[in-house]
């Protein structure tokens, strides 16, 4: 496969990558803890209380909280393609993979694109052609229950995860083998939320918590920045 047929690969890799986004956004929702995941979950919940908060962080931990699939799962994945497929599939298998690693990796990044009214004229033009999500796109995730359009590169997968109802199938089956609730404590925390955030800031910055906006004890929908 010559190098230059990789681009047309590049639709079926960015709906796979902006999709990974999705799983690793719905699992870190719906399964895990602070106990489990500690800070990836608390600074999952706690934007989901305060949406805009997820703009104060940086690009590192912005980097960390995308990627978290990357190493033990694309790694091994573009690996066994590398020995087990012929040349040119290797090749569009490991541009796939580098794509999606990529989604993944900057994926916190593209998703503050959702909370963010963006100045420039040429995301403008992307987020208005879905080639990236968009706060009016995105606001609809963090519309309570909160458990719709869970991928945040452009949102092509949502049109299929959620209208196959992918997420409640999987919730279910998971819940049916292990006995396992989805959400089971999400609802607890959301109400307990300035203790827990307190706490958390406290340990983040080692001082007092530098001052967030929407601090009301309102869920801040907006998106705004």
Not at 29 to 44: H, K, N, P, Q, Y
Not at 101 to 128: E, P
Not at 147 to 161: E, I, K, L, P, S
Request: aromatic share 12%; charged share 20%; hydrophobic share 45%.
């Amino acid at each position: 496969m010559a190098w230059w047929l990789l681009p047309l690969l590049l639709p079926i890799a960015l709906f796979l990558g902006d999709f990974a986004t999705g799983f690793v956004h719905w699992a870190v929702d719906t399964w895990f803890d602070e106990e489990s995941l500690g800070r990836l979950v608390m600074i999952a919940r706690e934007h989901h209380t305060h949406p805009t908060h997820v703009l104060h962080y940086g690009f590192l931990e912005h980097a960390t909280l995308g990627s978290t699939i990357v190493i033990p799962v694309i790694l091994p994945l573009w690996g066994a393609a590398r020995l087990a497929l012929p040349a040119a599939g290797a090749l569009a298998f490991s541009f796939i993979c580098l794509v999606v690693a990529l989604c993944l990796f900057f994926g916190t990044t593209l998703h503050n694109l959702g909370h963010r009214r963006s100045r420039s004229v040429i995301l403008r033009f992307l987020q208005r052609n879905r080639l990236l999500i968009s706060p009016a796109y995105h606001a609809v995730h963090h519309r309570p229950p909160q458990t719709v359009r869970y991928c945040v590169v452009n949102g092509w997968a949502d049109a299929v995860c959620d209208r196959l109802g992918l997420w409640r199938h999987l919730e279910r089956l998971i819940s049916r083998l292990t006995g396992a609730i989805p959400r089971r404590d999400d609802e607890d925390w959301q109400r307990n939320w300035p203790e827990r955030l307190t706490h958390w800031q406290a340990r983040r910055y080692g001082k007092e918590p530098p001052p967030f906006p929407s601090r009301s004890g309102q869920v801040d929908y907006s998106g705004g920045a």
